[in-house]
């Protein structure tokens, strides 16, 4: 099934969208929120799936046109955003185009860093940076929620506890990302906020793409409306999901809700283009000498999206602009100020 | 006022504690959970600290003894724990005990990682990890929670927005923590569930020992019911709570419920003892060539609280053991596998 949470409240709403994303219908009976339903699976999963039939049937009541504009990420605010590096030819880039070896252990060992998870941007929601020289990208990944999973899980186990998949853009703020890193705490301020499509899907209504813990479609990534990758999710991803689940749930169990990324989606094969501009930086680094591509400037669009087999979009689209944040001081604190203090 | 939650459910249920921690009040009418009071604070809080006042003015209805045991952590799970590094020395220590430099930039820029949030454990649960070599640790810190925080707050602006106090043991797998930041993207299975104390306090409780955004008390830690160490959390902190909120909401907002740590609480004064197993070994490596204090073991405890200065427990304590985790196999999985497979 295809499940969405419309933009209201901190935690949206959840309703149930048809395979062909043109209708929908109100979950609120069965779930008021994706979180509610992911805490209490067993009990709501077959109305769910009642409701999500009857409205590719055309016969649920109350049903409205889905208009991914109205809506939250899947998971407006979320426990955990765990969000891995498994493509790693893409690491392998990154280490090349600054001169230095990869260890043979990245081939063996997840990357895996802890995001901000607390307000996720909407699909449709601009991305508000104060300033354009941080470096702003967008990264199209693929992300999975999971159910309960206890520690210690390993690959064996992970069969039935990945409840939906769905499409991420992780922006970076790639220029804050050496001095942050080289403190050796992993990534913060260069890892705002995150937005995901519009519609979660059940790995069943991806059929044979969905196979090894992997999604065998291509990832299609626009910039200011060109194409600017569409690399086979399938192809080169070094760790599938339940690798990275094995990773994560090794000292820890993972709740209810949590969001699990792929990484930038990336093929070995350079005719695919990339999902993120530092990686196109990095290919004309080692082809030309120098990164020519710029970073997003204020403006700038991006959109993410992921096609069926007969063209159909799956997950509806991420589509995004870069605009300039403007900080406003709040009003008890102006009058506590001097003024000319800001 | 002081606030906790009884463990029950994801979320706990809210109850109110009476100041001198002997009396406690459900307050499911006014906020089911801390979250959601968290989230709707403008609208709740007369009404807790009505309910408070009742409660220590022994008018309240349906009282019932306070119980530290049957708390969860305040927030049982959260949208956010960014944990800082705020006591400098601490640091540096770490750093001379391997005959490295510190940055002169780690005094001026805070470090921050992004924890895991999506289930804490309990103030008086086991501390459950499969292996005594991945060097088990604690970490008594203070933390904060906020409410809603707009990108781009500074310091002058983070009056009012720290909601609540509390004290956190932030456990660590010392063992794990090298291999993990040699590569580059931070804590991960190195910092396990962390738990916090059975109270959350309201800033006016603490007095005249809250200010400057800190918290002006020695933290007290006793591992196997030996003090371990009693330094002040008002010395020696480099950051306070507003700079690691300036921090924190440089490229994000931040929501409410977001918790922010302090990191281990640490000072210059040695006679003060430590809040964790690495730090004194780390003296112990400079004195006296190489660490004689062991990581926890099975069987271990760790006690962390404080007191104000009539003696008396402010937030109640955090008391653990460190116990043997035992991974079961799911049935279903086990079916699907080969005899002897494990």
């Given at each position: 099934m295809?499940?969405?949470?419309?933009?209201?409240g901190?935690d949206?709403?959840?309703?149930?969208?048809?395979?062909?994303?043109?209708?929908?219908?109100?979950?609120?009976?069965?779930?008021?929120?994706?979180?509610f339903?992911?805490?209490?699976w067993?009990?709501v999963?077959?109305?769910?799936?009642?409701l999500?039939?009857?409205?590719?049937?055309?016969?649920?009541?109350h049903?409205f046109?889905?208009n991914?504009?109205?809506?939250?990420?899947?998971?407006?605010?979320?426990?955990?955003?765990?969000?891995?590096?498994?493509?790693?030819?893409?690491?392998?880039?990154?280490?090349?185009?600054?001169?230095?070896?990869?260890?043979?252990?990245?081939?063996?060992?997840?990357?895996?860093y802890?995001?901000?998870?607390?307000?996720?941007l909407?699909?449709?929601?601009?991305?508000?940076?104060?300033?354009?020289s941080?470096?702003?990208?967008?990264?199209?990944?693929?992300?999975?929620?999971?159910?309960?999973?206890?520690?210690g899980?390993?690959?064996?186990?992970?069969?039935?506890?990945?409840?939906?998949?769905?499409?991420?853009?992780?922006?970076?703020?790639?220029?804050?990302?050496?001095?942050?890193?080289?403190?050796?705490?992993?990534?913060?301020?260069?890892?705002?906020?995150?937005?995901?499509?519009?519609?979660a899907?059940?790995?069943?209504?991806?059929g044979?793409?969905?196979?090894?813990?992997?999604?065998?479609?291509?990832?299609?990534?626009?910039?200011?409306?060109?194409?600017?990758?569409?690399?086979?999710?399938?192809?080169?991803?070094?760790?599938?999901?339940?690798?990275?689940?094995?990773?994560?749930?090794?000292?820890?169990?993972?709740?209810?809700?949590?969001i699990?990324?792929?990484?930038?989606?990336?093929?070995?094969?350079?005719?695919?283009?990339?999902?993120?501009?530092?990686?196109?930086?990095?290919?004309?680094?080692?082809?030309?000498?120098?990164p020519?591509?710029?970073?997003?400037?204020?403006?700038d669009?991006?959109?993410?999206?992921?096609?069926?087999?007969?063209?159909?979009?799956?997950?509806g689209?991420?589509?995004?602009?870069?605009v300039?944040?403007?900080?406003?001081y709040?009003?008890?604190?102006?009058?506590?100020?001097?003024?000319?203090h800001?």
């Open positions: 295809k499940l969405a949470s419309l933009n209201h901190r949206g709403q959840l309703i149930v969208v048809s395979h062909d994303l043109t209708q929908a219908a109100h979950a609120h009976d069965i779930a008021p929120t994706l979180q339903a992911l805490d209490n067993v009990q999963e077959a109305d769910l799936a009642h999500y039939r009857n409205l590719n049937d055309g016969i649920a009541e049903t046109a889905f991914p504009a109205h809506c939250a990420s899947p998971l407006p605010r979320a426990y955990q955003w765990a969000d891995g590096s498994a493509y790693v030819n893409h690491v392998e880039l990154v280490r090349k185009a600054r001169g230095a070896d990869m260890p043979e252990s990245f081939w063996t060992d997840p990357l895996i802890q995001g901000m998870s607390d307000a996720f909407c699909p449709t929601d601009p991305i508000s940076i104060p300033d354009a941080w470096g702003i990208d967008f990264e199209g990944e693929i992300a999975i929620i999971t159910d309960d999973i206890a520690m899980t390993r690959t064996e186990e992970v069969h039935g506890h990945i409840k939906l998949i769905m499409l991420v853009n992780d922006v970076s703020l790639r220029n804050l990302i050496p001095a942050e890193l080289g403190k050796g705490f992993g990534f913060f301020q260069s890892k705002p906020a995150s937005s995901f499509s519009p519609v899907v059940t790995p069943d209504e991806l044979e793409n969905w196979h090894d813990f992997k999604l065998h479609r291509p990832l299609t990534v626009h910039h200011n409306d060109q194409l600017f990758g569409e690399p086979d999710a399938g192809i080169d991803m070094t760790f599938n999901f339940a690798e990275l689940i094995q990773h994560i749930a090794k000292s820890r169990p993972i709740s209810a809700g949590s699990i990324g792929s990484g930038t989606v990336s093929n070995k094969d350079r005719s695919k283009g990339s999902c993120c501009i530092a990686e196109r930086r990095m290919i004309e680094t080692l082809e030309q000498g120098q020519q591509t710029p970073f997003m400037q204020f403006g669009t991006v959109r993410i999206e992921m096609f069926d087999q007969d063209g159909h979009s799956i997950f689209a991420i589509e995004q602009q870069v300039k944040y403007q900080h406003e709040a009003q008890n604190d102006l009058n506590r100020h001097q003024p000319g800001h």
